[in-house]
């Protein structure tokens, strides 16, 4: 069942509906296509950004979590 025709609001509707009418594609196809596009677009800033926000917590913090001391190299940088 699909709404709309199977266009969504979001950025990957917009994508949907661009690779449909693009490339004459069903709207099944096209969704999926859009939804693996966006998706991979969407996780790769994620994961930088968490990255840099969990490498930037401070040692005095870090060291009051469980496990925290293990993050921690001999010299005082965390691993």
């Known amino acids: ?3 709309y025709g199977g266009y969504t609001a979001f950025p990957s ?4 509906g661009f690779v449909a009418k693009t490339f ?3 709207i099944l196809t096209a969704n999926v296509i859009a ?4 998706d991979v677009a969407d996780k790769i800033p994620s994961v930088i950004i968490a990255f840099l926000a969990l490498k ?3 040692d ?3 060291v009051k979590l469980p496990f925290g001391d293990k ?8 691993t």
């Not at 939804?35 to 966006?38: A, K, P, R």
Request: charged share 20%.
């Open 1 to 3: 069942m699909t709404i």
């Open 13 to 16: 509707g917009i994508v949907t």
């Open 24 to 26: 004459d594609l069903p």
């Open 35 to 38: 939804e693996i596009t966006t």
């Open 56 to 58: 930037n917590i401070p």
């Open 60 to 62: 005095r913090f870090l």
């Open 71 to 78: 993050y921690i190299n001999a010299d005082g940088n965390k």
